[in-house]
C-alpha cells in the first residue's frame, strides 16, 4: 500500500495551496479517503474526509467554507484545495484511508487503516 502526498510548501497567510494524494496497493474505491494534519505539541485531527462514493463529505469548523476534498476513483487520487490559508493551518498534512461503515465514514485517527509520508504546510502572517 502507497499513499504519497504532493503539494505542500510554504505561503503567506490568505494564500491557496493544493495538497493532492496519489494511491496504489489496495481498493482505493471501496475505502473513505481523508486528510490528516498535526502540529507540533498538538494532537492529529481530522480536517476533511469523503466517503468512498464521493457523495458524502466531511469538514472540521476550522476549514469549512476554505477546504474542498475531492477524489477521482479512476484514477485513485483525492485532492484538497486550500485557500485563505491562515497560520494556525500550518502543520503536516496526512493523506489517510479508513473503512465505510454502511452510513458513514470511520474518522479518527485510530480508525485510520493506511496513511500517507505527509507533507508540510507553512502559513505565515
Known amino acids: 500500500v502507497h499513499l504519497v502526498e504532493a503539494g505542500g510548501g510554504s505561503v503567506q497567510a490568505g494564500g491557496s495551496l493544493r495538497l493532492s494524494c496519489a494511491a496504489s496497493g489496495y481498493p482505493f474505491s471501496l475505502y473513505c479517503m481523508g486528510w490528516f494534519r498535526q502540529a507540533p505539541g498538538k494532537e492529529r485531527e481530522g480536517v476533511a474526509i469523503?466517503?468512498?462514493?464521493?457523495?458524502?463529505?466531511y469538514y472540521a469548523d476550522s476549514v469549512k467554507g476554505r477546504f474542498t476534498i475531492s477524489r477521482d476513483n479512476a484514477k485513485n487520487t483525492l485532492s484538497l484545495p486550500m485557500n485563505s490559508l491562515k497560520p494556525e493551518d500550518t502543520a503536516t498534512f496526512y493523506c489517510a484511508a479508513s473503512h465505510w461503515r454502511g452510513t458513514d465514514c470511520e474518522r479518527s485517527p485510530d480508525d485510520v487503516v493506511y496513511w500517507g509520508q505527509g507533507t508540510q504546510v507553512t502559513v505565515s502572517s
Open positions: 469523503i466517503s468512498p462514493s464521493g457523495r458524502t463529505t
